[in-house]
């Protein structure tokens, strides 16, 4: 039924075979708590899906089972991820990754290399997420190091497409664009068409930074054909917002402003149409068009509610609160300024 995606029908068949199963045979119980876990993953119920998990946690505990009890953390790490709360997915991601070494380093008879790089790649690529540079960097290199040991090279595009940003960030733009063309190769050779696109649009960022407008058109202008070619929205959508964003900085306001509207109609989730909203409705303050900013500002916070992001809220009620003061409305500016405030303190 799982695999059919019939998951409603296969939760309640995992939580009858939980009723019937004997309370101290804890490995088939925390696999069935597992199971229904991803069920309700499934049925984007992650709450309860977090519930379901902990409870696996504690079976497999219960039966010593080191590897069993890693696949959980690696589970809550990536239903937090979803979640939005990358603090919390680095905590069970690092936590996985102490009990895979754990549990399978020692053992000659396993190889550990795919899942620990998997998770290093992983926990590097949360942890930039939490604005942890330092960490991601760590976990990244240790992701490469152990890739070209084991020749395991199955998310050799994202590392080296984050890698890139990083080194960008840390002033070594050489070497960043070394990174971001090893990712474009990497994904090209593999077909991994979403991946070129992400790698494209990094290569051509970085280009752009060094005034190299030819080179960037052209990788943005191959992006945009490999989006278009597997009629993927949602990677024109973030193509068309990297374009936007180099028009803004090169002071083609009025481009910039055509390449959000249309970049927003078709962005892939709530983050991403979230931090499309709020690049346009900056684009749109500036132009003096209030009322348009407040729109794009007021659907971004829509999004970022519905993803439970508090600290992305808050600085979008703080920016919203600008806007309405620059519009003449300071009852609207002090409410808004108000639930940042709250927001800000939940932190």
Known sequence: LERQGEYEQARQLYTQALDECAPNDYRRRGELHRRRARALVHLDR????????????????????TAARAAVDLDLGNVYSRMGQAERAVHHYERALLLYEEALVPDAASDPSSPIVWLLTQLGLTCYETGNREAAYRYLKRAEALS?????????????????????????????LEYAERAVAFCDSTLDRG???????????????????AAAESCFTRALHVAEENADARAKSRVQAALAKWAARSGDVDRAVTLYREAVRTAGDDQQAAEIHRSLAELLKAR???????????????????ANRPKALAEAYSSLAEIYEAAGQPAAAARCLRRSVELFRTQ
């Not at 994202?158 to 990083?166: D, P």
């Not at 991946?195 to 407008?213: K, P, Q, T």
């Not at 003096?288 to 519905?306: G, M, N, Q, T, W």
Request: glycine share 4%; net charge negative.
């Open 46 to 65: 992650l709450t309860a899906a977090l519930q379901a998990l902990e409870q696996a946690a504690d079976e497999f505990r219960l039966a010593r089972d």
């Open 148 to 176: 070209q040991e084991a020749r395991v090279y199955y998310r050799w595009g994202e590392l080296c497409r984050v890698s890139a940003v990083l080194l960008d960030e840390m002033g070594d733009r050489r070497q960043a």
């Open 195 to 213: 991946g070129l696109v992400d790698a494209l649009i990094r290569l051509g960022s970085l280009n752009a930074e060094e005034d190299n407008w």
């Open 288 to 306: 003096r068009e209030y009322d348009d900013a407040a729109r794009h500002l007021e659907s971004a916070i829509a999004a970022l509610e519905k």
